[in-house]
């Protein structure tokens, strides 16, 4: 079987996830295709699907938001998990519930598999200026909290969800 593991980053941690979670995978046996959604895959050539998003302003990415949207009677038909990569999910308080996937996912007629929020990192070198800007103002930690480890967990314990 072959997993689809499409994400959307603005600084690229949400790749990094990706990335960490194809290994994962692939060591469980689920090949995968780790594709940018900036390429537009089509998940319909796919056995389960793997979403994954930065989030910004309380929100996935955009592209994430219009893909699932544009692909959902497909993504309904096979098994679907996502991940959000964010700056708030650094405090572990916070993995249980994003808003921003809560947002996602409560406008999807969608159940998916398996769902978990991710720490990312927040490093000011990798987004433009005006941002840094807002994010100072917003008092936003600043780092790189990532936790590759957990997220390869989250393969291991998914791959045979996705398996079906
Ligand atoms: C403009 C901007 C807005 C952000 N807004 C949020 C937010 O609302 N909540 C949050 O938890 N993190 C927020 N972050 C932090 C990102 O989620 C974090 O940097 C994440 O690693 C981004 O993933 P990416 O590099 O794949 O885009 C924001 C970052 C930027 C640059």
């Known amino acids: 079987m072959t997993a689809l593991v499409a994400y959307a ?22 090949d995968c295709a780790l594709v940018d959604l900036a390429e537009a895959p ?5 056995d389960a699907v793997v979403l994954g998003s930065g989030v910004r302003i309380e929100s996935v990415e955009k592209s994430a938001s219009s893909w699932a949207k544009k692909y959902e009677s497909t993504l ?16 572990p308080a916070k993995r249980e519930h994003s808003k921003a996937t809560d947002g996602l996912l409560k406008d999807l007629s969608l159940t998916p598999v398996a769902v978990a929020n991710f720490p990312g990192w927040v490093l000011m070198d990798r987004i433009p200026l005006h941002e840094r800007v807002m994010l100072k103002s917003m008092r936003t930690p600043v780092g790189d909290f990532r936790d590759l480890d957990a997220v390869a967990a989250w393969g291991r314990e998914i791959a045979p969800l996705l398996k079906g």
């Not at 309904?76 to 405090?91: D, H, V, W």
Request: glycine residues 14%.
């Open 42 to 46: 089509d998940p319909a050539g796919y």
């Open 76 to 91: 309904a038909a096979k098994p679907f998990a996502f991940f959000s990569c964010s700056g708030g999910a650094a405090n």
């Open 9 to 30: 980053t603005h600084s690229g941690a949400t790749r990094t996830l990706a990335e960490t979670l194809v290994g994962a995978l692939t060591e469980q046996g689920v």
